[in-house]
């Protein structure tokens, strides 16, 4: 049974980070540093005192799963005009749960906090080579607007 609840819990959110800073310094080593507690838990401790909101998912009472959310606004200007939508920072999902709904339920938990804070928008970005996070999004209803490009010199 998945049950997913808010926290303020930063250690807990910074240990759950763990494989998803693994995976992306494995795709990406030259742009993610090796996961290093002691230097993300500032990190989550800054975010949940400021404007971050968390939710952690829970697999049979154990935490196998979070979620980061940010309420972005951006003011009108000559180009675009203003902007109010929820965006994911970051989300994961302890390797040995996935394929058992958690990531679903933790979209679908943003989706509700979305609501409730009066946005009808989420956005997120996700790497290239993290085929499996695109395709999650992808069946959660996510569609691209927007593309990073890159060139080395």
Same mark, same amino acid.
């Given at each position: 049974?998945?049950?997913?609840?808010?926290?303020?819990?930063?250690?807990? &959110?910074?240990?759950?980070?763990?494989?998803?800073?693994?995976?992306?310094?494995?795709? =990406? #080593?030259?742009?993610?540093?090796?996961?290093?507690?002691?230097?993300?838990?500032?990190?989550?401790?800054?975010?949940?005192?400021?404007?971050?909101?968390?939710? /952690?998912?829970?697999?049979?009472?154990?935490?196998?799963?979070?979620? &980061? &959310?940010? /309420?972005?606004?951006?003011?009108?200007? #000559?180009?675009?005009?203003?902007?109010?939508?929820? /965006? /994911?920072?970051?989300?994961?999902?302890?390797?040995?749960?996935?394929?058992?709904?958690?990531? %679903?339920?933790?979209?679908?938990?943003?989706?509700?906090?979305?609501?409730?804070?009066?946005?009808?928008?989420?956005?997120?970005?996700?790497?290239?080579?993290?085929?499996?996070?695109?395709?999650?999004?992808?069946?959660?209803?996510? %569609? =691209?607007?927007?593309?990073?490009?890159?060139?080395? &010199?």
């Amino acid at each position: 049974m998945i049950h997913i609840h808010q926290t303020h819990d930063y250690e807990l &959110l910074a240990s759950l980070n763990r494989e998803v800073q693994e995976h992306h310094h494995l795709l =990406y #080593p030259d742009v993610f540093k090796q996961y290093d507690k002691d230097a993300v838990l500032p990190f989550y401790k800054e975010a949940l005192n400021n404007s971050g909101y968390a939710f /952690i998912a829970y697999f049979d009472n154990k935490p196998v799963g979070y979620i &980061l &959310l940010f /309420i972005k606004e951006l003011p009108e200007n #000559p180009f675009q005009y203003a902007q109010h939508f929820l /965006i /994911i920072d970051q989300i994961g999902t302890l390797k040995d749960f996935r394929g058992r709904g958690i990531a %679903t339920a933790l979209l679908q938990k943003a989706e509700e906090f979305a609501k409730e804070n009066d946005t009808n928008q989420i956005r997120l970005n996700h790497w290239t080579m993290n085929e499996n996070a695109g395709a999650l999004f992808l069946k959660n209803g996510f %569609t =691209y607007f927007n593309e990073n490009m890159r060139k080395y &010199l």
